[in-house]
């Protein structure tokens, strides 16, 4: 008899991660699966042929439905709401960001980026499912219509469709170690404190976007142009030397890409990423929703 534990749920946890955009409901979605094949009879189990397939097309489904409610749940959430980032095994302690042995190195650039999570929430939740289960988990669209409950055709439109989204987002990061020596000149120049060289880092037409998840000292509202996202970087700084807290920065692999991660005293951690196109920083994203950074919390930030 076909049993749960031949399902991979390391892979199962990465498409729903994929999908919903945090730890948390990628893990119920996949416990919800399995709550659905422990309540089969056992002669349902012993017709799937393969248990990771049906575990796949199942939690497909689940995250489909939750996508779709989604949005009505976070017309209600305090501020922007931005994907979670999840860390790398690389930590930097003079400024490069290394994954832990070559293979995972070599891997870094193919990984999927916090520019891309972030866009992906812009999708429809069939578009979103479409593109994630074919072009990042290889499925075939024959399998996806399983899950979407569409024709092949149809799914194979879905996923164009977001790619040409995708596209015209201009979602393309720049290579591994363009973007990290970005990343470097943007702690630099944060750290210098002095406005004109922080600027000097940023486009003309940069954007910031903080999910505080309600937490004090963040944008409610995206902060746009060079000057005012600098003056609202800075100030995290200022206020922070000013209640005597002192602000540890470092650069860390976050979603196979080097970002600081900011450590006060007193005070949870957040995650800085950044979006770089043509050797300036186009998108800055700021994560400081304690419920979104247990990965860094729980081993004590």
Same mark, same amino acid.
């Given at each position: ?28 979605a996949?416990q919800?699966?399995?709550v ?22 199942? /939690? ?9 409610s ?15 980032p999840?860390?790398?095994d690389?930590?930097?302690?003079t ?26 929430e812009a999708?429809?939740?069939?578009? +979103? ?17 399983e899950?979407?409950?569409r ?8 996923a ?10 201009k979602? +393309?990061?720049?290579e591994?170690?363009?973007h ?8 630099v120049a ?28 963040m944008? +409610? ?12 970087l ?10 005597g +807290?002192?602000v540890l ?7 196979g ?13 957040? /995650?800085?990423?950044?979006?770089? /196109?043509?050797?300036?920083?186009q998108?800055?994203?700021i994560?400081?929703?304690?419920a ?7 081993t004590?930030?």
């Open positions: 008899m076909p049993e749960a534990e031949d399902a991979d749920r390391g892979r199962l946890v990465a498409t729903a991660f994929r999908l919903l955009g945090t730890t948390a409901d990628a893990e119920d996949v919800e699966a399995f659905r094949w422990f309540r089969m009879e056992r002669a349902e189990r012993d017709a799937v042929r393969n248990v990771d397939a049906w575990f796949t097309t199942v /939690v497909g489904r689940i995250c489909l439905d939750v996508l779709g989604a949005r009505a749940r976070r017309e209600q959430y305090v501020g922007e709401w931005l994907p979670e999840r860390p790398g690389g930590v930097v302690a400024g490069s960001a290394r994954a832990s042995d070559p293979a995972e190195q070599a891997s870094v650039g193919d990984q999927v980026t916090t520019a891309l999570m972030v866009v992906l999708l429809t939740p069939a578009e +979103r499912v479409a593109f994630v289960l074919h072009d990042l988990f290889g499925l075939s669209f024959v399998e996806i219509a899950v979407v409950g024709s092949p055709q149809a799914c194979r439109k879905l164009s469709d977001a790619r040409r989204d995708l596209r015209e987002r979602v +393309r990061d720049a591994p170690a363009e990290e020596r970005v990343v470097t000149a943007f702690l944060a750290g210098s404190g002095r406005l004109d060289d922080l600027v000097a880092v940023l486009d003309p037409s940069v954007t910031l976007v903080t999910d505080g998840g309600g937490r004090a000292g944008a +409610r509202r995206p902060v746009r142009g060079a000057e005012r996202v600098a003056r609202f800075l100030g995290i700084v200022q206020k922070a030397e000013r209640q +807290r002192e920065p470092s650069i860390e692999l976050v979603d890409r080097a970002a600081i991660v900011l450590r006060e005293d007193g005070d949870d951690p957040f /995650v800085i990423t950044l979006h770089v /196109v043509r050797e300036v920083v998108d800055v994203w994560q400081a929703n304690p979104k950074l247990r990965a860094w919390t729980a004590g930030g």
